[in-house]
């Protein structure tokens, strides 16, 4: 099977059991489909629901899933090791999202331990050569077998002679020692997982030719490092949440003062600048154009036609309150009734208009039922039909 | 220049600029500007005793720091020395540029070494752009930077299929660009076949301004360095001159969606900059633009407005490749603002690639024709503009 | 020598808490006066073109806070850059853009509400570095507190001394119609305040206050179309230290003297104390009056306290507008200060006008315990 990035595709999902975290399961009932495109892909169905987790492999069809993941297998599988920024797969479209985008987001990183590439033996034996070290070889010559059975196994003969070191991919006849065992016990043996000592005395590995020549052969290699691990073992980014909050007291001003009175009585009230004429909405110092006071006070609206319309999708923070905003809502701008027509004035549009709203068309105010002077007064504008 | 002449010219000597990325963990703020400054110390052949002045730029609510150039000092190399701080939002690059020469012009210092920077993965970018609207009315509805007002605009005059293609084109064009400049944050290798389904398919943060339209945001630092005349000639072998610039702000509110709309700052700016300066065909006059783009669409419909020209000629432009590297005005070798985005020091870049493509050592992304006369503009605050023009020779 | 113009200045009446206005309002004020004193226009060929304005985002708790103040200093359609440090250096960067021959005409003004955020510490605390300054809770106070601790083991200042200064500075306040603490207060009085941050006690400090100031500036060659009597700046200079305290020598003025020098310098003055006739310093903190005059250059290092007591303020004219112990905002304190020295110099300063006042200093800090000092000559 194809590997990107050293690691197959299968990897990810063969692991998933194993990685599977059921105290953050609790709570979630998901299904995440994933269709993977290319030579080595295939379609995964993974439902998450009473903390448990049951992957179906060759799926289908994935219409039943509340997301589906689609990519082809190079970007899955180096989104998922942090080889690919996720970011720029997504932007670019080699990774395309169907359904709630924010399950990928909230429940993945909960309910598994983050995938790291499935260590395989030929990697830790064709290591084995640049991890050899010639200083504790001197005078040493020997050739270590391997016989290792299983699907990820094989059979190499390591060869040390005058302070250099060859690996072959055949089990030489004239082995000093050769050593044979499952492949995935040699894995464990040299990603710290099991002990020498119990393997052997437990019958899982087996030695045939020079015991002595198998225990030198172990003080002739570096320790192999799981790719990845060095993250682990290096430098560690510790990570601090701070929130700085200071409290602030806004002054309003009496422009200001008077369009939130304004509002608690569903009133508009504009200024008018006395040298231009036009009408600032809500009411401001200045006209700035003009740069001169404007203080006179005028009533416009309580109706507006429609200048631009903007639906929003992205749902970002309001900086006041913290709280995400719920998308989609409709950023309207439009020109009050008695305002001048290059003023526009924005709210927010009912949201059972969504589909409706059009430039030019006509809105009425929603009021809050208890008006207090402040922002939430005006709830919202709609469609005056 | 306007009403007087120049007291005295101003050469950039210098440019150093960090690699833009996603957030450098591994640096802080003050590790990243010392950085650029090295770089742009050994770019201009100095060291920091040459240095009379330093300059300073970045939006320090994203990061939420206070006073960040006196922490900055640490790396800004400031110590002992005068320095100034100048911020104007997503401008402040590019007034940090006006500001340079201003300083340098005066007689006041000889050489001046300006700063900009951003780690704006060290806050919330969108967040923190929402937080300039005023707090008692206009902060609830504002999304950021994020508007689908241009593209609604642009479909409405040319129709959805022509409008939506020409946004994708500029996009990718952009992309290509970048995918050239060793430095850009993001280097996404889209191609043109991919236009049909990018446009429909990226997702659609506000009406059509869709995730792949809009820029990225960034960690960087961009550090020039500005002499006197009669300096920069003797320190440097290609220094460039900045000839002029300008600074058009709009009023607080965005109030400009009424039933009449008027001049953007972009047009308004560049009509008062050409007329001062003599300059009647902009597109024959300049051999680059580094425009500061903060999205696809904004960035296709301001070269109209820039560009001073009217109805689709820019489409035409862009469809007929006038925009690309060989094309009549390269538009952002560099791969603009949608490529790499570090705020404070956005504007700066603009001047700083348009600069070294008069220098000649651009980079991958250099422009083959000779380069004597660029432009370059910053953008910020409630749609402000700043633009500067950069001659190989004191032309005028 | 080269120079540019102050034709007028205008300064909103500082208060701890202006719940009445916002800034905007008091900038339309600051704008109006000047406009009335100096018939200004924003005349794209005759009148400003560029604006500096001078305020802060952390104090304002608005990204780019100058997107605010844009209609009431008269930026729509014209250029405005935001002067980010202490307004002083807006001064002298407007100095530069003249000179330059960029702008003939620039309006400048500057604004911070202390009595916005719930505390201003808090906003200082910001200025330190998150990973070791901010979580042990540094802020402008209790920096101050450590250089003032500096400052007595090196110059033996007293508290009978740093009481003698405040009385003063209320003295003088209360001839200033723009002064915010005007209520006179005796020396046991200040005495027996609270220990704040030792040696700082409560009175000692600036208490909290918005406001706003604007000028108007020109060049040599239009000065005097806004003005018979304009007041030039003749000098400027400002400059940085370290950033962690233990790296400075924080009794030191290091670098309000290479500031001073420079501004100096630029002026053509060799002895300070016989050149000028008027100080205004950025006093924040009582101990800091003696300190900033030895940087200045009007006493010798160490010998601020022995200013003090031989009445060297009342002899070189120091903080007759009472000083930023009087009471102004942070992000501004320099730019009052300048305002003070140019009425003093126009001859406008009324009830608290010296006599004979042709050259004056006036100094701001910008960051903790005087990181950064700018200094600024204004001449007749």
């Known amino acids: 099977m194809a590997e990107y990035?050293?690691?197959?595709?299968?990897?990810?999902?063969n692991t998933m059991e194993q990685r599977f975290l059921p105290q953050g399961a609790q709570g979630v009932d998901a299904s995440i489909g994933y269709n993977i495109s290319g030579e080595v892909g295939g379609t995964w169905k993974l439902t998450i629901k009473d903390g448990t987790m049951n992957l179906e492999s060759d799926v289908g069809d994935l219409t039943g899933c509340a997301v589906v993941l689609n990519a082809d297998?190079?970007?899955?599988?180096?989104?998922?090791?942090?080889?690919?920024?996720?970011?720029?797969?997504?932007?670019?479209?080699?990774?395309?999202?169907?359904?709630?985008?924010?399950?990928?987001?909230?429940?993945?990183?909960?309910?598994?331990?983050?995938?790291?590439?499935?260590?395989?033996?030929?990697?830790?034996?064709?290591?084995?050569?640049?991890?050899?070290?010639?200083?504790?070889?001197?005078?040493?010559?020997?050739?270590?077998?391997?016989?290792?059975?299983?699907?990820?196994?094989?059979?190499?003969?390591?060869?040390?002679?005058?302070?250099?070191?060859?690996?072959?991919?055949?089990?030489?006849?004239?082995?000093?020692?050769?050593?044979?065992?499952d492949a995935q016990v040699f894995v464990d043996l040299n990603t710290g997982k099991l002990d020498g000592a119990e393997a052997f005395s437990s019958g899982k590995i087996a030695i045939d030719g020079d015991m002595g020549a198998a225990g030198t052969s172990a003080k002739l290699f570096a320790k192999f490092e799981v790719p990845g691990a060095d993250e682990k073992h290096g430098e560690e980014l510790i990570s601090l949440k701070c929130v700085p909050s200071i409290n602030q007291r806004y002054a309003t001003g009496p422009l200001m003062g008077k369009w939130f009175k304004g509002l608690k009585e569903k009133k508009f009230y504009a200024t008018r600048?006395?040298?231009?004429?036009?009408?600032?909405?809500?009411?401001?110092?200045?006209?700035?154009?003009?740069?001169?006071?404007?203080?006179?006070?005028?009533?416009?609206?309580?109706?507006?036609?429609?200048?631009?319309?903007?639906?929003?999708?992205?749902?970002?923070?309001?900086?006041?309150?913290?709280?995400?905003?719920?998308?989609?809502?409709?950023?309207?701008?439009?020109?009050?009734?008695?305002?001048?027509?290059?003023?526009?004035?924005?709210?927010?549009?009912?949201?059972?208009?969504?589909?409706?709203?059009?430039?030019?068309?006509?809105?009425?105010?929603?009021?809050?039922?208890?008006?207090?002077?402040?922002?939430?007064?005006?709830?919202?504008?709609e469609i005056d039909d | 220049m306007a009403k007087k002449?120049?007291?005295?010219?101003?050469?950039?000597?210098?440019?150093?600029?960090?690699?833009?990325?996603?957030?450098?963990?591994?640096?802080?703020?003050?590790?990243?500007?010392?950085?650029?400054?090295?770089?742009?110390?050994?770019?201009?052949?100095?060291?920091?005793?040459?240095?009379?002045?330093?300059?300073?730029?970045?939006?320090?609510?994203?990061?939420?720091?206070?006073?960040?150039?006196?922490?900055?000092?640490?790396?800004?190399?400031?110590?002992?020395?005068?320095?100034?701080?100048i911020t104007t939002g997503g401008t402040?690059?590019?007034?940090?540029?006006?500001?340079?020469?201003?300083?340098?012009?005066?007689?006041?210092?000889?050489?001046?070494?300006?700063?900009?920077?951003?780690?704006?993965?060290?806050?919330?970018?969108?967040?923190?752009?929402?937080?300039?609207a005023d707090p008692l009315w206009f902060r609830h509805l504002q999304t950021g930077a994020l508007t689908g007002s241009t593209a609604s605009m642009m479909i409405e005059e040319f129709g959805e299929e022509?409008?939506?293609?020409?946004?994708?084109?500029?996009?990718?064009?952009?992309?290509?660009?970048?995918?050239?400049?060793?430095?850009?944050?993001?280097?996404?290798?889209?191609?043109?076949?991919?236009?049909?389904?990018?446009?429909?398919?990226?997702?659609?943060?506000?009406?059509?301004?869709?995730?792949?339209?809009?820029?990225?945001?960034?960690?960087?630092?961009?550090?020039?360095?500005?002499a006197s005349e009669k300096k920069a000639k003797k320190l440097s072998d290609k220094p460039v001159w900045i000839r002029d610039h300008i600074t058009i702000h709009r009023e607080e509110t965005f109030n400009n969606f009424g039933i009449e709309r008027p001049e953007w700052t972009m047009r308004n700016a560049a009509r008062k900059l050409f007329e001062r300066n003599g300059i009647k065909d902009p597109l024959k006059y300049f051999d680059v633009f580094e425009m500061y783009d903060p999205s696809a669409w904004w960035g296709l419909d301001w070269l109209r407005e820039f560009l001073l020209l009217d109805g689709d000629e820019h489409l035409k432009l862009l469809e007929n490749g006038e925009f690309d590297l060989d094309g009549k005005l390269p538009v952002n070798p560099s791969g603009g603002v949608t490529a790499s985005n570090p705020i404070g020091a956005t504007a700066m870049l603009r001047p700083a690639e348009a600069a070294m493509q008069i220098r000649g050592d651009a980079g991958p992304q250099q422009i083959r024709k000779k380069v004597k006369h660029a432009l370059a503009s910053g953008f910020g605050g409630t749609m402000w503009t700043v633009m500067v023009m950069l001659e190989k020779e004191l032309n005028w | 020598?080269?120079?540019?113009?102050?034709?007028?200045?205008?300064?909103?009446?500082?208060?701890?808490?202006?719940?009445?206005?916002?800034?905007?309002?008091?900038?339309?004020?600051?704008?109006?006066?000047?406009?009335?004193?100096?018939?200004?226009?924003?005349?794209?060929?005759?009148?400003?073109?560029?604006?500096?304005?001078?305020?802060?985002?952390?104090?304002?708790?608005?990204?780019?806070?100058?997107?605010?103040?844009?209609?009431?200093?008269?930026?729509?359609?014209?250029?405005?850059?935001?002067?980010?440090?202490?307004?002083?250096?807006?001064?002298?960067?407007?100095?530069?853009?003249?000179?330059?021959?960029?702008?003939?005409?620039?309006?400048?003004?500057?604004?911070?509400?202390?009595?916005?955020?719930?505390?201003?510490?808090?906003?200082?605390?910001?200025?330190?570095?998150?990973?070791?300054?901010?979580?042990?809770?540094?802020?402008?106070?209790?920096?101050?507190?450590?250089?003032?601790?500096?400052?007595?083991?090196?110059?033996?200042?007293?508290?009978?001394?740093?009481?003698?200064?405040?009385?003063?500075?209320?003295?003088?306040?209360?001839?200033?119609?723009?002064a915010n603490a005007t209520d006179q207060v005796e020396h046991g009085e200040v005495m027996a305040s609270p220990m704040i941050c030792d040696p700082i006690k409560s009175l000692h400090i600036y208490p909290i206050s918005d406001g706003a100031v604007g000028f108007l500036l020109a060049s040599e060659e239009r000065a005097h179309e806004f003005s018979d009597n304009p007041v030039w700046i003749t000098g400027f200079g400002c400059c940085m230290d370290s950033y962690f305290m233990g790296d400075r020598d924080i009794a030191s003025n290091f670098a309000l003297k290479k500031a001073a020098g420079r501004a100096y310098k630029m002026a053509g003055i060799k002895d300070p104390k016989k050149a000028i006739d008027l100080v205004e310093v950025m006093d924040c903190y009582a101990y800091q009056q003696p300190m900033w005059l030895e940087g200045l250059e009007f006493c010798k290092d160490g010998k601020g306290p022995k200013f003090i007591d031989e009445s060297g303020p009342a002899k070189y004219n120091v903080n007759l507008s009472g000083g930023m112990l009087a009471g102004n905002p942070l992000m501004i304190g320099g730019l009052y200060r300048a305002a003070e020295a140019a009425l003093q110099l126009m001859g406008d300063a009324g009830e608290h006008q010296a006599a004979d006042v042709k050259r004056a200093v006036v100094q701001s800090t910008t960051g903790g315990a005087g990181q950064f000092h700018t200094v600024l000559v204004l001449e007749q």
């Open chain 1, 273 to 381: 600048c006395p040298k231009c004429g036009r009408t600032q909405v809500p009411p401001r110092e200045i006209c700035a154009a003009c740069r001169v006071r404007s203080e006179d006070f005028m009533e416009v609206g309580p109706n507006a036609t429609v200048t631009l319309i903007d639906t929003v999708y992205y749902a970002s923070p309001d900086p006041l309150t913290g709280k995400i905003r719920e998308t989609p809502y409709v950023a309207l701008f439009m020109v009050m009734d008695g305002s001048t027509p290059d003023q526009s004035f924005s709210h927010e549009l009912n949201p059972k208009d969504i589909n409706r709203i059009k430039p030019g068309m006509k809105v009425r105010p929603v009021w809050a039922k208890k008006r207090t002077g402040s922002y939430t007064d005006l709830v919202y504008f």
């Open chain 2, 92 to 132: 402040t690059g590019a007034s940090l540029v006006c500001a340079a020469d201003n300083l340098v012009a005066s007689g006041m210092y000889d050489v001046v070494m300006a700063i900009g920077l951003e780690k704006l993965q060290e806050g919330h970018t969108t967040g923190g752009i929402t937080n300039m």
């Open chain 3, 1 to 178: 020598m080269k120079r540019i113009a102050i034709c007028a200045v205008a300064q909103h009446k500082c208060n701890s808490n202006q719940w009445d206005k916002r800034f905007q309002g008091m900038l339309l004020d600051v704008l109006e006066e000047i406009q009335e004193q100096t018939g200004f226009t924003f005349d794209e060929d005759t009148g400003v073109r560029n604006v500096i304005t001078c305020s802060d985002d952390v104090f304002d708790a608005r990204t780019i806070s100058d997107n605010g103040v844009t209609d009431v200093v008269g930026a729509h359609y014209r250029g405005e850059e935001k002067m980010a440090q202490e307004g002083l250096n807006g001064l002298g960067y407007a100095m530069a853009s003249i000179l330059a021959g960029h702008d003939d005409v620039i309006y400048l003004a500057g604004h911070c509400k202390e009595s916005q955020p719930e505390s201003r510490n808090v906003c200082t605390n910001l200025a330190y570095d998150p990973f070791y300054g901010r979580p042990m809770g540094l802020d402008f106070l209790n920096v101050a507190g450590l250089q003032a601790r500096a400052y007595v083991e090196k110059s033996g200042l007293t508290q009978q001394q740093m009481a003698k200064v405040v009385v003063r500075a209320r003295q003088w306040a209360a001839r200033n119609p723009y």
């Open chain 2, 162 to 226: 022509r409008a939506k293609i020409a946004a994708m084109k500029y996009r990718i064009l952009m992309d290509k660009h970048a995918c050239l400049n060793p430095r850009a944050h993001r280097r996404l290798g889209l191609d043109y076949d991919q236009m049909e389904n990018l446009m429909n398919t990226s997702p659609k943060l506000v009406g059509e301004l869709r995730l792949i339209h809009m820029c990225s945001q960034s960690d960087g630092a961009c550090v020039m360095i500005f």
């Open chain 2, 5 to 85: 002449k120049k007291n005295r010219n101003v050469g950039i000597i210098g440019v150093g600029q960090t690699e833009y990325s996603s957030h450098k963990e591994y640096q802080n703020q003050a590790e990243m500007v010392n950085e650029a400054v090295r770089y742009a110390l050994a770019d201009a052949n100095l060291s920091l005793d040459d240095i009379d002045c330093v300059i300073h730029g970045n939006m320090e609510l994203f990061e939420m720091v206070h006073q960040p150039d006196m922490w900055h000092s640490l790396g800004s190399g400031a110590f002992g020395k005068d320095q100034l701080r």
């Open chain 1, 5 to 13: 990035f050293g690691t197959k595709i299968d990897d990810i999902f």
């Open chain 1, 73 to 181: 297998a190079e970007t899955f599988v180096g989104v998922t090791l942090g080889k690919i920024d996720a970011g720029d797969a997504f932007s670019s479209g080699k990774v395309a999202v169907n359904g709630d985008l924010t399950i990928l987001g909230n429940v993945l990183p909960k309910v598994f331990v983050p995938f790291t590439p499935v260590v395989r033996a030929e990697a830790i034996i064709e290591s084995m050569p640049e991890r050899f070290r010639p200083d504790k070889a001197e005078g040493v010559n020997m050739k270590i077998g391997y016989d290792l059975a299983g699907d990820d196994g094989g059979q190499w003969t390591v060869i040390v002679k005058e302070g250099e070191c060859f690996l072959k991919e055949s089990l030489e006849a004239d082995c000093t020692v050769t050593m044979r065992m």
